[in-house]
């Protein structure tokens, strides 16, 4: 029975992200990795990203298309790392709400289950404010479900954040850069069925949606974009400043060492 969950930085800051990305809606994804230890424990390497198919404020879903996708994706990454990966689990987003896993997300994580008992679900709970400090807060649970009768039980599964080797590193940054591209593909085709359904001749209503659809990518922009590029821009310069730190330590190991054989021979 599964026991514990190791979820990667570089994972949990793409959900994160990901679900910060709208207050309105909930959002979605399938996690990527590997089972261990007769499925008692999992660990989350990696992520996909799903569009939403129907903007429902509290629906969220999978498609049978979206799964083969992400097994096919997990099949690739299998083959870069040489390690059995596959999809482990399913994520979503709460925002203003609880963080506890709802009837119909316990309903949807018992169906996954049946098929592969040691899937888990994770629930990332967005623009929370704390009670004393009013400060925004973030709130993440990893669960499975217990069938009782009819209906379905939480079980709470212990979940750590690790950091983890960095064979993924790459392509966990390739799908944070991803999420702008996603985000506004959703509101393309939102843009662009409401075209399709309003009276062609509608010129005004042709303004509003053209309206609508450009505030919504500004706001992708504002939101996500320049905020991760900052995010991104900074961690760089963070990164070359211990290469020079590291490259510095390297010389003086290796003048050390030379120093050590040249005594040696003497
Ligand atoms: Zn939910």
Redesign the pocket.
């Known amino acids: 029975m599964l026991n514990k969950v190791l979820l990667s930085t570089d994972v949990a800051l793409v959900c994160v992200q990901h679900a910060l990305s709208t207050e309105k809606e909930?959002i979605m994804g399938l996690l990527i990795g590997e089972v261990h230890n007769n499925g008692r424990l999992v660990s989350i390497e990696s992520s996909v990203i799903l569009r939403r198919l129907d903007k429902k404020p509290d629906r969220?879903e999978i498609s049978e298309e979206q799964l083969v996708q992400a097994t096919l994706r997990a099949e690739e990454l299998a083959a870069e790392v040489g390690r059995p990966l596959r999809v482990v689990g399913w994520y979503?987003s709460?925002p203003h709400i609880t963080v506890w896993?709802?009837h119909?997300?316990l309903a949807t994580q018992s169906m996954y289950q049946r098929m592969d008992s040691s899937f888990v679900g994770i629930?990332f709970a967005v623009f929370l404010t704390e009670q004393t400090t009013k400060a925004p807060s973030v709130q993440i649970t990893c669960f499975q479900s217990m069938n009782e009768g009819s209906s379905q039980s939480r079980r709470e599964i212990e979940m750590e954040i690790v950091n983890q080797n960095d064979s993924l590193l790459m392509n966990n940054f390739e799908i944070l850069t991803q999420l702008p591209t996603i985000l506004k593909e959703e509101e393309d085709e939102a843009y662009t069925n409401e075209v399709g359904h309003s009276q062609i001749d509608d010129i005004i209503n042709k303004q509003h949606n053209a309206a609508v659809r450009t505030i919504a990518i500004g706001h992708i922009v504002e939101k996500m974009s320049r905020p991760m590029l900052e995010a991104l821009v900074a961690r760089n310069s963070l990164n070359s400043i211990r290469l020079r730190a590291l490259k510095r330590q390297h010389q003086e190991l290796m003048s050390r060492m030379e120093n050590m054989t040249c005594n040696a021979s003497k």
Do not use: A, F, G, L
């Open positions: 909930e969220v979503h709460h896993p709802s119909v997300d629930i």
